[in-house]
């Protein structure tokens, strides 16, 4: 497709659920990052690949969050045992690698709600 | 450690005034880059503009303006004659240079709003 897409949009969890987030990013885009977007706050990075390499996981909050990409196309964000403090908005990123650092190109989000 | 604040939360002003939009940055980095991201509605960060830690020279597109001055570590985003499609929430954003700017570190945001 033409942009990074996300999917679920929305997502509603109960307590305790396991909950998986993908990201298609934009095709021939070797780099793609996930963040966290908490409500009324700025996005926080989460971790980045380069093609199904997963390079920086540092801002993985808690083992319960694991990312992958094994093709290095698709990637998945899975969020075991969802907490209420994990309700937030997660941005999926895509970029191409060395061109144009920083310029990411954004996803609409995954908004998640833990009940 | 990095960090980014935008001590402005919310911005209200009329179309067609100039509004100026405050960044300032904190990073043990010699050379680093600065960025300014626009999340319109829909909910996906638009990038606007990057500039390197040793290249101070202001820079103008449009309406849209950018003010880096290194020595208050600011890097302050100006719209001229703002437009009601300028609504929007603004980050602004820090990274290090040496790995390629793989990690972002945003502001809080400051959510402009242009009324007609």
């Known amino acids: 497709g033409a942009g990074v897409s996300q999917s679920p949009r929305y997502k509603v969890a109960k307590r305790g659920q396991d909950v998986a987030l993908r990201c298609d990013p934009i095709s021939g885009h070797v780099s793609l990052f996930w963040y966290q977007q908490a409500l009324g706050q700025g996005p926080e990075f989460l971790t980045y690949?380069?093609?199904?390499?997963?390079?920086?996981k540092s801002g993985l909050p808690s083992d319960r969050f694991f990312a992958e990409r094994p093709e290095g196309s698709v990637s998945t964000l899975k969020i075991q045992r969802t907490q209420q403090e994990d309700s937030a908005v997660y941005l999926c990123?895509?970029?191409?690698?060395?061109?144009?650092?920083?310029?990411?190109?954004f996803g609409e989000g995954s908004r998640l709600t833990v009940l | 450690a990095q960090k980014v604040t935008q001590a402005q939360t919310e911005i209200s002003v009329v179309e067609k005034e100039d509004v100026t939009l405050d960044c300032v940055y904190e990073?043990?980095?010699?050379?680093?880059?600065l960025f300014w991201y626009k999340q319109p509605p829909s909910g996906e960060l638009v990038f606007l503009i990057r500039?390197?830690?040793?290249?101070?020279q202001n820079e103008i597109s449009g309406r849209y303006s950018w003010n880096f001055q290194k020595s208050t570590s600011s890097f302050n985003f100006t719209i001229t004659a703002s437009q009601v499609v300028d609504s929007a929430v603004y980050f602004c954003a820090l990274s290090g240079i040496i790995q390629g700017a793989q990690k972002l570190v945003f502001g809080q945001g400051t959510r402009l709003t242009i009324n007609p």
């Open positions: 990123a895509s970029s191409l690698v060395g061109h144009r650092p920083g310029e990411l190109f």
């Open positions: 990073t043990r980095d010699t050379t680093y880059y």
């Open positions: 500039r390197n830690s040793f290249d101070e």
């Open positions: 690949f380069q093609n199904e390499a997963q390079l920086d």
